[in-house]
């Protein structure tokens, strides 16, 4: 599937000049709702059944710093997934150097509840890249 | 009413080096629910009471920039008040120079509708500076 | 001119649901820099140059809250220029409906020292609304 | 030492009204320059010596929510030092529960080259945990 594109803005960077580490967590955000929403799973309507999608961990790898003249390509892959629990990876590029690498293992709830993946989201089960 | 202190957080600061004007905002947020706290109208006791109060108006004037090694000290007025519109100004300092002035406009929704401020909150009445 | 379109993001949304309030300041300044680029003023090469463009004072105007399933239309156009202030007017829309008035006033400077606007940014002067 | 000890704000709480995960960045890299501080290692004095310290790498496990009425305990450690690399961990507690866990790798560049971190900062090894 097509990398998600997001421009850096200038408020996003810090008195470096370079993005702040704490914005690319907003990027992966960004880029799994997008990556969702081209599967089928919109997340206002998802919202609106009553299901959100906490972060339960997450890691990070700051590769080479972005500044406000860059684009970021960010790919987002299902890395595992379990009854409750599904692992994406995302690695975000610019100008075809690899700048950051990530992983975020999420789970869903419906009204507070935890919720079984595959049964409601059976397109995830499809993009698992091994 | 002793000014709210507040420290400049390195986050805070764009590639300028300086506080990023948007930032300002959200100080005049917290020094506003601490007045409020302070007078015993707390923000989560509201919150629980189905009480919001979106902001419908603000005006800034940045007078002098500040940067991470900065400390600031806001001052919250209340400037007027009718029955369905509060009107609050602050003024920042840092070190003994004033590096910002600006105003915001609320109201008060329960539920959803207009709460007629004077009534549930009439302490605010006393601390009208004019 | 074509407005500069712009998906809300989840993470700027606050508890009631709605884009906080200073995150509109951020949507400003995108659009801001977007509209100069357009013009040929490219925010990344005016830093190269020593060239930045510090806020001095700003209004906005919150007409109606909107969520994270929507897309806001920013219109922005040139008030006012005189030798070393530029004003700025915003206007955004989300799905038809007018959603945020505001304006910023902007000045200059070229190491550190103020820069006539006119000189070094002709073209500002042809896209005077009045 | 005593933990840093650090309110949360309405704006950094999200749709789901409890603090949106990026910020949590923000809040270890408060009680991060806040530790260091009182080892004796000024954030603003290193900037001026042309120091910095980026983040290479970080892990976050979050625990529990926290919401808009809550104040953290931040407790930042020293869990390895290298030549080259510092690792700190650090745990946050509410109202005596364990609300969330991460730890993150920085160099430190003096003028853009890597810094002999023991020799320069040589308080640190001290402060190891184990």
Do not use: Q, W
Not at 17 to 46: C, K, P
Not at 64 to 86: N, Q, Y
Request: glycine residues 6%; charged residues 25%.
């Amino acid at each position: 599937m097509a990398p998600f594109i997001r421009k850096v803005n200038y408020y996003e960077c810090d008195a470096m000049g370079v993005v702040h580490h704490s914005n690319y967590l907003r990027y992966m955000e960004e880029a799994r709702i997008d990556r969702l929403a081209r599967l089928g799973y919109d997340f206002a309507s998802l919202a609106s059944e009553g299901i959100v999608s906490p972060v339960v961990s997450l890691e990070c790898r700051y590769l080479k710093p972005v500044g406000i003249s860059d684009t970021l390509e960010i790919d987002v892959r299902v890395e595992s997934l379990t009854a409750f629990k599904l692992t994406l990876s995302y690695v975000m590029t610019s100008r075809g150097t690899k700048v950051f690498e990530g992983s975020s293992v999420h789970c869903f709830l419906k009204d507070g509840r935890p919720l079984e993946i595959a049964s409601r989201f059976p397109l995830l089960a499809n993009t698992l890249t091994r």
